[in-house]
């Protein structure tokens, strides 16, 4: 079993406590328009800097995980990192959309429900058609994850 040492814990509580420190003012409501314009601007400048050093950094202490000495198997390398990214995008943005659907869906159903009672499956059909989505984003990564492997 390998153990993390002091430095893999402490440097990205640092760069994580570096990111989010120029936000806090702005989350507290003490800052004015240009002020948190700035803020903003520079806490995104700073995410990306501090993302871009890190893949840097990584490439430098172990060349496998971009893949460049590779076997030919991308398990443990970042396109497999990617892949899980994606799988859990779909999941997630088709949950968000299938919930929007949804919540727009529902009241109109009730609503006609309310009024005519014979609207009953014409309405559930359409609450169900924003459920589906989810259902499809959820295969898509199923199918995803299993091309990872």
Avoid at 29 to 55: N, Y
Avoid at 70 to 90: N, R
């Amino acid at each position: 079993m390998k153990y993390l040492s002091i430095i893999e814990v402490i440097v990205p509580l640092l760069l994580v406590i570096m990111i989010t420190l120029p936000l806090i003012k702005v989350f507290k409501g003490k800052t004015t328009t240009k002020s948190a314009k700035r803020r903003l601007f520079t806490h995104i400048s700073g995410f990306f800097t501090i993302v871009l050093l890190v893949f840097t950094m990584q490439l430098v202490v172990n060349p496998r995980i971009y893949g460049f000495e590779s076997d030919g198997s991308i398990v443990g390398t970042i396109a497999q990192g990617f892949g899980f990214l994606a799988a859990a995008l779909a999941t997630g943005l088709s949950a968000l959309g299938a919930g929007i659907a949804v919540a727009a869906a529902a009241p109109a159903a009730i609503g006609a429900f309310s009024e005519n009672e014979k609207n009953f499956g014409k309405s559930l059909i359409f609450v169900a058609l924003g459920e589906g989505v989810a259902i499809y984003g959820l295969l898509i990564s199923i199918l995803i994850i299993g091309n990872l492997a």
